[in-house]
């Protein structure tokens, strides 16, 4: 965690952004937390056992910049809750998931399958992707199995 922590430190530093306790102890949970696709609720809630002071809407807030500076994901499953997670160091590409509509288990899928499809919408209409979602609905393994 701390090279993680360490390298976003020095990308807010850039932006001209410092990393304050509050800030620090949102990042803090969101790595700990990496597979969980946390709402800001439920960051806030873990962010308040490591920084008591924090409220939740410095913690908005934090998410919000970090979002915009490309930090986090802010991903919405159609469930009408904001989720995020943070991003992996180096990726170009935003990664896909798979999402029960029985259980609600996420899955994430890490390669790039959109690959073609980015080239083409890319010439065929003059567009410059900078990146792209997909996100399945269906039956997970074990709720097909159960039924």
């Not at 083409?120 to 567009?127: L, M």
């Amino acid at each position: 965690m701390g090279t993680r922590m360490e390298g976003i430190k020095k990308q807010l530093h850039r932006e001209k952004y410092k990393l304050t306790p509050q800030r620090e102890a949102t990042l803090q949970v969101l790595i700990e937390n990496e597979k969980a696709h946390l709402s800001a609720e439920e960051v806030y809630l873990l962010v308040k056992d490591k920084a008591p002071d924090t409220g939740l809407a410095t913690v908005y807030r934090t998410l919000d910049l970090l979002s915009e500076l490309n930090i986090l994901d802010k991903i919405n499953f159609g469930d009408g809750v904001a989720r995020y997670e943070i991003r992996k160091e180096g990726v170009k590409h935003f990664h896909h998931h798979l999402i029960c509509l029985e259980c609600g288990e996420v899955n994430e899928i890490q390669e790039d399958l959109l690959s073609e499809v980015e080239e083409k919408v890319a010439s065929k209409y003059n567009f410059l992707v900078k990146d792209h979602r997909l996100i399945f609905h269906g039956i997970c393994e074990k709720c097909q199995k159960i039924k």
